[in-house]
């Protein structure tokens, strides 16, 4: 009875197209100049196919059945092994990975145009193939000729699977204090030994072997963060002949039971002196893993997308469908018993805020990723690369906490719609609620998301970072500030653009004074900032739409929705904005008058 | 691993006693003159130590195992049969019920003292004895005497079950289109055939007998809402002596798969000619029971307030041990590898937030109930019984949607104190999250509470509803406009009181011209609405508060501890009816602008 997912080709297109005109952006770009619309598209197709046809299926069942845990044995739900092997035969593990090492050399806006449908599809099964990447990228960066010739391929072709193991039962968000060993063993590898928890995809049924990048500290290291490092530490050693030997001492000690993502095994990973190889300088390991923290963290953004996306592709279907009540003003099908729910505002308040947080965080996933793009394009031009950086840079912390937490507020309109309906499993809303509760927590939580932005990417930067987005904004509102059209969104955009520069100056003066100032306003900033972000996606986006009317280009009736859909956002989602502001000028001493004793009695 | 909930007494007795002067209202209503401070203490420390050692136990478990369907027979989980047994026993299920068929004839608020206690430790097995409540008050409102004597003494006493069968799969905010027949046999009685759906309690193993309140339509009745009937239809038919007699023909189908709530029995009830018996006039069902519907959603209000608590607890004790990062600020505890998270700002943030809703909800349903003790406390000034009614009247649509959103938050806010153990089902916090996600469906979704308020309350009223509530603001705020101590709090709290009139004013007169303005308004009058009658709570609590600390009355940390809140609840939470006025501004055409058709292509 679950809804059917349908991938949003035609909203992909105009994002991918008409917003950031993918082809003429990789025509710049030497390493993706032969991507052109027709290859996107037809990939993006296939994508679809295989999501919809494949995934969507097995999303419920997965849900239901979970991963099951015996002896050390991960075994995943039915269906995903079939739908794995698929997924590597068809190409779609290596889209965008690199073409020296068995990748297809696509851009990587493609591979999240695929991530996107992936994830709404079946978010669980995303998490394996997702997990990869991290432990890519680190060897792609980091990794020496030998280490990046054992690995890559395998894993860019997706008959390895890849972890990122950091988490300490008692060290989280703090890792300076993790306490696994790395020991130096006589043949130049290291022996480690300790536990993780937390481990996504750690162990499973899907892959031949499975390879751990594991964070751990050396004998000599100085403590806290300045002291980690990295390892490889694959489940079975790798052959000579890129198959797999003896069992290594890494084992699956159980998995987590929890409340979502049920058909991705979150692990305890128990080192038992396994063999491991350093990856990257000796206690560098963090920073290592910072040289991509910004695009792996598009992929946790995206989750929130597809929470928004999958929410309002069920809610709609079922507001269009369900009889309740008639409308406020008349019935509007007197020939049924009742009117469909989509004619009471209450129920197009909850629909037009999926779908206004579902378009505007499509676009800042794909935008982000162009900017990865630009990075990765092998382009010379170093101040147009600084450019496309620090902008990913600040915008990733609003990406994840932003469209995360939004994309769960979307997530529970979906449930409201349906009533008492969305609180039963087989429907399918309540599991998009309980499946993407986890990507306000994973990869730095909301929390942490907000410190970043604040605390260093704005203001120990002296509010560069801010400052440069804030201009692209400017410059956006300038060129359309005679443009009747769009007065309704550009005195607004440009109002917030300088209301949240004034906003910055005030919270950087206070927390000169008591830097506790920034970690009370963080939070309210992160949304602010969100909101403020998603205000000019959504001008942008009904700039680009009344165009394409005006030249009488396209389907009509769909950039008339997007106008539409932006005056929703400016009339019922931006003034949020002013509770943030107001929330910020609090201030921090109501937060810590009370002593930690006074909290209950 | 999950926390253990402890009984929050000294909170309790400060709204109770300081607050609400439980003994001296008593005193002025004769059906309860009996009941005195020391009695409604020793009933409300009994209760603590029932929830917290037979309840809480069974809550997670309940959880992980839920109730099994077989072949119409519905099991509980393991300890609720023998926890049920010893509720009946120690006389929890009849403190408030009429003394004339076994109750104890306590008042209300006595009860929803422990309901709140109940509903914390273990929300699911309070749905078991909190359907029958609903069965009870129909009864003794409506029945006959025959049928009190037959059915209220057993419900009271907890030996039997109610249940109220409204919802049918197509019907459920809208209860005018339901289509469950009653047609007459000749002994009088009705052969009932039809299909419920989401009946609570319907079917389980915890009581000999269940008695089934059935919304039905008789062969004649009019189309519609002013065409529906209720009857008793009890599972096994009572026989003279008190005993049960034959099955009649009403049978569990099956019981769904939820989100949370797994211990208690959600079932399908089947009536094949089930003989059931007319209660109170014909055609009139709906009628005879909104006249309890304010008093039962008092109930539902505090699921929220059980969710707020339950989280608070939850994460204050894990934000106290868990350490992770220094405070901005400096180590403050430097002998630890890290500091407790409570020193950091935004962790205080969320805690605070569920504190802040916690005690003033915990207010503001015992406020509510004793509007109920006034009601029904058999005082003799009519005009006293009219205002408590209007009081309640107002504040239910507020504390059910209110409450049980903030409740929501409150939740999610546990979870994520938590990181990425707040995901595990061993740390308990994800369940509260999953078990009141229904809290905001059932009893009428905030958007038809939220209609509640602002269509029927307030517009239908002319107002006069709201301005007798905020005229009793207006009082206070005059009688403390020269106390130094309370300023903090009278300035705002005199803004808000006066901006909600102006606000409902404008709506009203837009609402004249378009009706969908108000559905359009609702929701966020609503919430608006919920912060502006807590600003009056967390004012008033202060208020007192302080005067005790004035009187060198009491525990002075604990009334600092109620100052320091409201201080924080000004600063951080009221702020955010900023943002629901103006989204109210924004109005209703770009709700109404998109057709049906454009929400996607």
Redesign the interface.
């Known amino acids: 009875m679950a809804f059917q997912y349908k991938a949003?080709l035609?909203?992909m297109h105009f994002v991918m197209h008409d917003m950031l005109g993918l082809e003429s952006l990789y025509q710049q770009l030497p390493k993706f100049q032969d991507t052109n619309r027709d290859l996107i598209d037809s990939i993006v197709e296939a994508g679809a196919q295989f999501c919809e046809g494949e995934l969507a299926p097995i999303n419920r069942s997965g849900d239901e059945e979970g991963c099951q845990f015996d002896n050390g044995v991960v075994t995943t739900p039915k269906g995903f092994k079939e739908a794995y092997a698929k997924f590597v035969e068809l190409g779609f593990a290596s889209l965008a990975a690199d073409p020296e090492h068995g990748g297809q050399g696509l851009p990587p806006t493609v591979g999240i145009a695929f991530s996107e449908m992936m994830g709404t599809a079946n978010w669980s099964f995303g998490m394996y193939p997702g997990l990869s990447h991290g432990a890519i990228r680190t060897i792609e960066n980091h990794g020496t000729t030998d280490q990046k010739e054992t690995y890559l391929t395998k894993l860019n072709e997706g008959t390895w699977s890849g972890t990122m193991c950091l988490?300490e039962s008692?060290?989280?968000?703090?890792l300076?204090?993790i306490r696994t060993k790395a020991e130096p063993n006589a043949d130049g590898s290291y022996a480690i030994t300790g536990t993780k928890i937390?481990i996504s995809a750690g162990e499973h049924d899907l892959t031949e072997n499975i390879v751990h990048i594991v964070l751990a500290r050396l004998p000599d290291a100085p403590k806290g963060t300045k002291g980690i490092s990295l390892f490889i530490v694959p489940k079975y050693m790798p052959t000579a002949d890129g198959g797999v030997g003896e069992r290594n001492t890494v084992a699956c000690g159980s998995i987590?039971?929890?409340?979502?993502i049920k058909a991705s095994a979150t692990c305890v990973i128990n080192f038992d002196s396994a063999k491991g190889y350093l990856i990257g300088p000796p206690n560098r390991g963090l920073n290592c893993m910072f040289t991509f923290m910004n695009t792996a963290r598009i992929g946790t953004a995206v989750q929130g997308l597809c929470a928004a996306e999958g929410s309002?592709?069920g809610a709609?279907e079922y507001a269009?469908d369900r009889?309740?009540?008639r409308?406020?003003?008349g019935p509007a099908a007197p020939e049924k018993?009742?009117d469909?729910i989509?004619v009471?505002?209450?129920?197009?308040?909850l629909?037009?805020t999926q779908?206004a947080f579902a378009e505007a965080g499509r676009l800042l996933c794909y935008w982000m990723s162009t900017q990865t793009d630009i990075i990765e394009g092998g382009v010379a031009d170093e101040e147009a690369k600084k450019a496309a950086d620090d902008l990913l840079s600040f915008l990733t912390p609003i990406g994840k906490a932003f469209l995360t937490e939004t994309g769960y507020e979307a997530a529970?309109h979906g449930?409201?719609v349906y009533?008492?309906?969305?609180?039963?499993?087989?429907w399918g809303m309540?599991q998009i609620?309980?499946d993407t509760?986890?990507a306000?927590?994973?990869e730095g939580?909301?929390?942490i998301q907000?410190?970043d932005l604040l605390g260093r990417k704005v203001l120990q930067t002296q509010g560069a970072m801010l400052r440069n987005y804030t201009k692209i904004v400017h410059k956006f509102c300038e060129a359309n500030k005679d443009n009747a059209d769009m007065a309704q969104f550009i005195a607004p955009l440009a109002a917030i653009n300088k209301e949240w520069g004034d906003l910055t100056m005030k919270i950087g003066m206070k927390a000169m004074q008591?830097?506790?100032e920034?970690?009370?306003a963080?939070?309210d900033y992160m949304m602010y900032s969100g909101y403020a972000v998603f205000a000019y996606l959504w001008a942008w986006m009904a700039k680009v739409a009344q165009d394409k009317i005006a030249a009488g280009e396209g389907?009509a009736?769909?950039y008339?929705?997007k106008v539409?859909?932006a005056?929703?956002y400016f009339?019922?989602l931006l003034?949020?904005?002013?509770?943030h502001a107001?929330?910020i000028e609090?201030?921090?001493d109501?937060?810590?008058?009370?002593d930690?004793?006074?909290?209950?009695?």
Chains 1, 2 share one sequence.
């Open positions: 949003p035609r909203d988490t008692h060290a989280g968000s703090d300076g204090i937390f987590e039971h929890k409340m979502g309002f592709q709609l269009r009889l309740a009540m409308a406020l003003t018993e009742a469909p989509i009471h505002p209450a129920v197009r308040q629909l037009l779908k529970n449930v409201q009533g008492g309906h969305g609180f039963i499993r087989e309540e609620v309980r509760r986890i306000l927590l994973y939580t909301t929390q907000a410190l008591n830097p506790n920034a970690g009370a963080a939070v389907d009736a769909f008339q929705a539409k859909t005056q929703f009339k019922k003034p949020r904005t002013k509770a107001e929330i609090g201030g921090v109501v937060l810590m008058d009370l930690s004793e006074a909290f209950a009695f």
